[in-house]
């Protein structure tokens, strides 16, 4: 029979890996957004964006997460949700660019010369913004709610294949984090 402390661990490592999985959903969602954007738009073919080997943006894993927890009460008034989300998103991507260029050198997008209107540093743009605006409220009113959803169902219905896939899934994306902090954003495996 388990104990209570036992019981609270299983609880929070349930919680954690929900919202890791939930992190990575995001992370994957920006990958594709991103992806699509060098394809269509830009005319670039097929660009792997980011600095993982696999399709995860872990800046878009961040942003949906800070989203999802920061906007929620602010859900059933939707015009102050989305201000409220550009101006997160606009702010992280201020943050982590200036985050990655002190870690790595660089940071791995400039605005500038894009056509994405007006710009800070080629680090912020306007079009930019109001599109994570319009991306966070998709991920608040629709892509979260089918999130939880899933990942409930497939805890109580399917508790075998969430774990094997939960855990493939957070080992794959920690392993290539973890290859790439230690060998650089170009390495390859």
Same mark, same amino acid.
């Given at each position: ?8 661990? /299983? ?61 929620? /009460? ?37 605005? /500038? ?13 306007? /079009? ?62």
């Amino acid at each position: 029979m388990a104990t209570q402390k036992e019981g609270g661990i /299983r609880a929070a490592a349930q919680w954690i890996t929900e919202w890791f999985l939930v992190f990575l959903a995001f992370g994957f969602i920006g990958w594709v957004y991103e992806v699509a954007i060098m394809y269509f738009e830009m005319k670039q073919g097929f660009v792997n964006r980011g600095f993982l080997l696999g399709p995860c943006l872990p800046l878009y894993g961040f942003g949906g997460l800070a989203i999802v927890l920061c906007v929620k /009460r602010l859900k059933k008034h939707p015009l102050l949700c989305f201000l409220a989300i550009c101006l997160l998103t606009t702010g992280t991507e201020l943050l982590v660019s200036y985050l990655m260029e002190w870690w790595m050198g660089s940071f791995l997008w400039d605005y /500038r010369d894009t056509g994405f209107g007006p710009t800070f540093e080629g680090r912020i743009a306007l /079009r930019s913004s109001l599109q994570f605006g319009l991306i966070g409220m998709a991920a608040v009113y629709l892509i979260h709610p089918v999130l939880e959803k899933v990942i409930g169902w497939l805890r109580s219905k399917c508790k075998p294949l969430y774990v094997v896939l939960a855990t493939l899934l957070i080992a794959a994306f920690l392993a290539d984090l973890v290859w790439h902090l230690l060998h650089g954003s170009n390495a390859t495996w």
